[in-house]
């Protein structure tokens, strides 16, 4: 089931295509943004770790809870406890505690951080829409002139990934 409707996006965006190819459409934009950003519900993040072993680990999108991390030094492989980790700077950053059951100052070579993402789930409409919108309005010119009436476009491709990254940045209000 996409996030977007097909009368949600046709709200947003004037066009007369049929309700298969504009579902083609907000189909498309939502597997994007899955590849690109992740898929809306639990995500998985295997983090390496270079010398010196930080305190903080930042998984690749903000963490509203922790379901699982397991740390790997060496051939040690260790699950570790809800005591052994903080999240930090809104769920942005996750800390590596030196106290708790498995206590260290800072995180191992390989950390596996399963995690349930905070919602954008607003956000991922408005960039659906945005991404339909585009593929739309899209003629493939790069400028066009009728008399006095001159246009220049922007790359497809580059606006589309510019959208995907506003919403991984965090970018919309």
Do not use: C
Request: proline share 3%; aromatic share 6%; hydrophobic share 40%.
């Amino acid at each position: 089931m996409s996030l977007a409707t097909i009368a949600e996006v046709r709200n947003h965006v004037e066009t007369d295509l049929v309700d298969i190819a504009l579902q083609q459409l907000i189909d498309d934009a939502e597997l994007e943004i899955d590849v690109r950003i992740g898929e809306v519900d639990e995500q998985i993040d295997e983090i390496e770790n270079e010398e010196p072993f930080p305190s903080l680990i930042f998984p690749s999108r903000k963490v509203s809870s922790v379901t699982s991390i397991i740390e790997e030094i060496g051939d040690d492989i260790t699950t570790l406890e809800d005591d052994d980790f903080r999240l930090r700077q809104g769920g942005a950053a996750i800390e590596r505690l030196s106290t708790g059951t498995n206590p260290r100052s800072t995180w191992g070579e390989i950390i596996t951080v399963e995690y349930e993402p905070i919602d954008d789930t607003a956000r991922r409409k408005r960039v659906i829409i945005d991404l339909v919108k585009l593929a739309v309005n899209y003629n493939a010119l790069d400028s066009e002139r009728i008399g006095d009436y001159s246009a220049t476009s922007k790359k497809y491709e580059d606006e589309r990934a510019a959208l995907i990254n506003r919403l991984a940045s965090g970018g919309f209000a």
